[in-house]
């Protein structure tokens, strides 16, 4: 048994109607009956199988996969084909389309708990362990899995899935068809202190988490909530594992943020952003729309939309390749140096001789 | 209606009882009815804003505030105003003052679990789900959030509040008036192993952690229990999210740790230390008190007291921006060099010739 | 009272049987009983100490210890000792015999849920609040802490323990005596998305985790499940808190993974690999067997077996070394280097005078 995700639908579909799903061509037979996609490797006898890119297409010689979603540029290949601008798109669409799984809401648990004044949609689930907070609203066939807590007027639309443990504080907004991974943590208290003298005192932090529509973020995540205001993570962003996104931070639309990155208070990330894993952004600057920034960058002011950067602190990508590529020759650079200036001062002398004589 | 944590008291204060409250001097009408703080955009009438520093004060001209928190040697301005030398903190204090929230402890839910022998204090808020282990004593006005784990023996202090999902493991020591955010690990096992061959053989860590009195530790943080002996959080430590302490640190008082900062094992940080985000630090050093650690640095010996740092590995932070100003200047370097070799060669070639001539 | 870890046996040895017991060789009274064992600074009389190193043995004058565990090769001392080659795993040993518990599984408790199909083994402690999802199967003694998270057709190996609010999902394989700690989540998706246009389509991830036996997994760390096929984590594997493993990553066996580390996706790590805490490794590269990476580095190419690198991008530790010892050095550099410039130029201008003339 090949594992999954739980019961699956066992759904099946032609290769013409998948073609037609991700918005493809058929080569060959059109009514060849798929049930499954796999790897090129694993894909066996009735799976249909992809090649996202053309410098791999030779690995398909060696498939056992009845059939290949292939770049659309692919030369003639004996085997039925769907031919595609975006294969690796059309093997998400298809291996989504098999994945179905039967919908059927688990209602409410009598295990949960669910607090006063608490609106629930229709075909939710539910499950043992939950915490509901008073004045809380779940819309329809959301998904709240065991340990879930959501505090007091917490908001959570239609079609969310909140995995296992994942925690939503007071008065913050999670949007539709949004995915928490477990363990992640959304609105806790933004870090901030007055000083009074060596001491600290603590700054209430009353301010929201807003997360929009569409917005996936990873597991053990931390977003805290705002100082006032909102942190505001908007449509469409995915994050990763492990990120932490500081109070009244704003991610613009689409941006993609990869594991274990920081983001500090009061920035704003533009839309259609990448952060690379492990990248620290300091607060209160501003990332303009599409910028992208190379894993374990520390990026300390603001960065105008397009730009590529890399290093801690960052700066232009291309430069860094060249000084990261001169750093690894600096002992050998500090030794011609000594050399040169040795030299140099023999021909100093050397000149200053004749000059006298 | 504006976000807030749940039912706040809806306290009301005139502008001499806020400047009493914060040590300052009030400017105008005394009596003024204040029902609320908000920042200079968001403030409306009836509410108090505040200027952190002098050079924001043109800001001031556009609210809608009723009055206004500032530097004590701001120039005259024409709202009613509470001047203080520290208008951050008076904000602090503010703020809390305006989100108190009426106690109602809701006692011991019977959907938690609560081991034989647990001493409970008074006027206690235990939510369900919440699993008190064997021996363990929870001090008054203690709150544990639904999902909180504390194991044997573990002792919670007065008025500090654990929110969901935070496990304290057994014997664990969490002093008064301390914060747990959400997801928060106190008490895991420290890193220890010895080798035996190409294997490892677990070290039991039989030691524990002592977190002091208000201490704030952020969410889904890790603090490892010692090999023996403690791993010791002193008072006042505030800490962000993610962070990772190794077993037997020591963290001094009011120290400052920002998100994603790791220690390694036996490490001692001082007292009012700050450690910038996503800072390493190795084991079995010591950083002196007031040191200052940049963010990304990697600290890889001791540090002395009030010594500022910052790059992997650190030094001092100074150099290390003039450091990295010539970094990014490497590619220009080498070019300059060989450029300096080559005519270096030719001078001395032509003073060969010369000499031969 | 020394804290410890809950009730333990109260075992007690004689130094010749705690000699049998790691392999050493008594030197003095081998019927000498000892009760514990502590640090040599915490022993009393009738505990036994040990010093890891030889350049240590001076603090072992001090010690009130009744005996101590020492390198083979001590120069005689004045105290009943046992000698071996390895004194940190006898201490790793003899800690281990102190600390034995006595056995006591609690069994299933009636607040846990179990659903429809799970197997359990036999003596295992299953908490309150735990969740096992259907078809489950929970090995002989194994233990589940409160808010321990399994879903459908999980697998968990005989003796192994889940620390409060670990989370394994669907369909994911967690060997024998393998320890995950508390907050870790098993089997998140990964993080794999198909452009379309500006927007993202997720890519389902119907792939599983795998980990074998002896594995320990810190606190609050992530392992993403398989896009398809495993993430595979081989026997022995250890890692500190907060690490994170991207899809379909295997680590080889017997390697150690500190605090904060992250793999990207379909990267392979070999056997008896050391990966140094905050490390960030780049996906689809090898990490051959026996590789160390120094702390913060960053890897984004293949390492060959035992090699030995450090550096964000990450090069040969010993060539690091000078790097870092020359970047330090720059502005220095950048001096001397505008000085001989300048120096040249003279020359030159000397030369060329001199040729005129």
Same mark, same amino acid.
């Given at each position: ?118 609106? #629930? $949609?229709?075909? %939710?689930?539910?499950?043992?362990? =939950?915490? +509901?907070?008073?004045?809380?609203? !779940? &819309? *329809?066939? /959301? ?125 704003? #990330? $533009?839309?259609? %952003?990448?952060?690379?894993?492990? =990248?620290? +952004?300091?607060?209160?600057?501003? !990332? &303009? *729309?599409? /910028? ?66």
């Amino acid at each position: 048994m090949k594992p999954g995700y739980g019961e699956r639908m066992k759904a099946q579909a032609t290769l013409g109607e998948l073609a037609v799903l991700v918005g493809g061509k058929v080569e060959g037979d059109g009514s060849l009956p798929i049930r499954g996609i796999a790897s090129l490797e694993e894909a066996g006898e009735g799976e249909i199988t992809f090649v996202a890119e053309i410098k791999h297409s030779r690995r398909l010689e060696k498939t056992r996969a009845s059939a290949a979603i292939v770049p659309a540029n692919l030369p003639s290949f004996p085997k039925p084909l769907i031919r595609t601008l975006n294969p690796y798109l059309a093997y998400a669409k298809v291996q989504a389309f098999f994945q179905q799984k039967p919908f059927s809401p688990r209602g409410v648990d009598s295990r949960a708990f669910i607090g006063g004044g608490v609106k #629930i $949609g229709r075909e %939710v689930s539910i499950y043992p362990f =939950v915490h +509901v907070g008073k004045g809380s609203e !779940i &819309g *329809d066939r /959301a998904v709240l899995y065991p340990g879930v807590y959501l505090g007091e007027s917490v908001r959570v639309g239609e079609g969310s899935v909140l995995y296992p443990n994942v925690v939503v504080m007071d008065c913050c907004v999670v949007g539709k068809r949004v995915i928490l991974h477990p363990g992640t943590v959304i609105g806790s208290d933004g870090f901030g202190f007055a000083r009074d003298g060596a001491k600290f005192v603590k700054i209430p932090q009353v301010g929201i988490v807003v997360i929009e529509d569409d917005v996936e973020i990873g597991a053990n995540c931390a977003v805290d909530r705002a100082a006032m205001g909102k942190t505001w993570i908007k449509r469409g962003v995915k994050t990763d594992n492990l990120i932490q996104i500081g109070h009244n931070v704003t991610v613009g639309e689409d941006t993609v943020i990869v594991a274990q990155v920081g983001i500090a208070g009061s920035t704003e #990330i $533009g839309n259609r %952003v990448a952060l690379g894993g492990q =990248v620290g +952004v300091v607060g209160h600057i501003k !990332i &303009g *729309d599409g /910028a992208m920034i190379g894993a374990q960058a520390g990026v300390g002011q603001d960065v105008a939309p397009g730009q590529i950067l890399s290093g801690s602190p960052a700066f232009p990508h291309r430069e860094w390749l060249r000084a990261q590529a001169a750093f690894q020759k600096l002992p050998e650079m500090k030794r011609i140096l000594a050399d040169l200036e040795k030299r140099m001062k023999q021909i100093e002398e050397a000149i200053s001789k004749k000059d006298e004589s």
